[in-house]
């Protein structure tokens, strides 16, 4: 099998050291870091990372033993003829880095999410892939966890029906974490298009601003289906799902770590029935990569692709035009390209939260 040439842009939390944080949370399966999934692969090889601050690249070249470091991604990427590159940085410089990527022979990318701060950026980098012929993956990695893929094949095997209403409730900024839900509860109606959103802030002054803020909404799919979202504290009930069906119901809690299916049993009550659990496991985002891979030896489209990263931003950003309009019903696709969301890990500014 070929091995492909990886290049990691951002040194810090979530490309190297945030398996340390998480490690005994049950809701989290290691390896989590870009680079620990990445080792976990044997037709992939780290050969490089970049990142200004000369600490994480330190830490990095101790920690994984990688020696081709620089401050300036720019100067890895005319180096080290690189297949695959992890752009692991936050949402403002990642459009310039993607596009740069695009442009200059790299083959795959996999981009943190959000995807950017503005709809216009985060077409611009979809496209500069697309014209040459680039993949890109976007990190909303429940696409690949095997919890939510043997949901989402429930479904689609219709274990319980078509799919009628989605429920979830999680803490999170709507652009940041928030993503990860918009995007999981798109994959598990299908993909269907979302039609129009109605949207609640926190408050007037936090939909006033640009920045990263908590959002009650309701979204409608192209198909019929619906869904409720919340990303205001959600006290036991956080990062909760319920999928309703015609026929049946998922309800998954713990992060998705933890699915249960309930079908009617004739007297008005519900059955619990046993769930097929995945015979092989790995983490999301071993999978992710195992997926980036695949995605160069045949051609097919990453199961989280630079399009789902933009609808997930649109998605967020017209929930919020809902509230400063008054709670009026947004239609989808918007219009206005230029309108954006500062999402959480941007607002502390430029020196990353790990050396804060």
């Not at 990095?60 to 180096?79: I, N, S, T």
Request: with cysteine; glycine share 10%.
């Amino acid at each position: 099998m070929s091995r492909y040439r990886v290049g990691v842009i951002g040194l810090g939390r979530i490309s190297s050291t945030i398996d340390d944080e998480v490690q005994g949370n049950p809701a989290v399966m290691l390896p989590y870091s870009h680079t620990a999934c990445f080792r976990e692969v044997d037709s992939v090889e780290v050969v490089a990372g970049a990142d200004p601050f000369d600490e994480q690249r330190e830490d990095f070249r101790q920690r994984w033993g990688v020696e081709g470091l620089y401050a300036d991604y720019r100067e890895m990427v005319a180096a080290e003829n690189l297949d695959i590159a992890s752009v692991a940085t936050s949402a403002r410089p990642r459009p310039e880095i993607v596009r740069h990527l695009a442009e200059s022979g790299v083959r795959a990318i996999y981009a943190e999410k959000p995807l950017a701060i503005t709809l216009a950026e985060a077409d611009s980098m979809v496209e500069a892939c697309r014209a040459n012929d680039v993949v890109l993956a976007v990190g909303c990695t429940r696409r690949w966890d095997a919890w939510w893929t043997m949901a989402r094949s429930m479904i689609s095997d219709g274990d319980i029906g078509q799919v009628l209403q989605i429920n979830a409730h999680g803490n999170a900024g709507i652009s940041h974490n928030g993503s990860h839900m918009i995007d999981l509860i798109r994959y598990l109606a299908g993909d269907d298009p979302i039609s129009w959103v109605f949207g609640e802030a926190e408050s007037d002054a936090a939909a006033s601003s640009d920045d990263d803020l908590r959002m009650n909404g309701y979204l409608a799919f192209a198909g019929g289906a619906r869904a409720y979202i919340r990303t205001w504290p959600s006290g036991a009930a956080n990062w909760t799902f319920d999928i309703i069906g015609e026929t049946g119901t998922l309800r998954a809690t713990g992060n998705g770590s933890d699915i249960e299916w309930w079908q009617p049993a004739g007297d008005g009550t519900l059955t619990r029935r046993p769930i097929p659990r995945p015979q092989r496991i790995e983490s999301p985002g071993v999978r992710a990569v195992r997926d980036l891979v695949h995605c160069l030896e045949t051609g097919k489209k990453p199961e989280c692709a630079g399009e789902d990263g933009v609808v997930a931003l649109e998605t967020a950003i017209a929930l919020r035009q809902s509230h400063r309009a008054g709670g009026r019903r947004i239609d989808l696709p918007l219009s206005d390209r230029s309108l954006g969301i500062k999402s959480m890990e941007t607002l502390a500014g430029e020196v990353p939260r790990r050396l804060r």
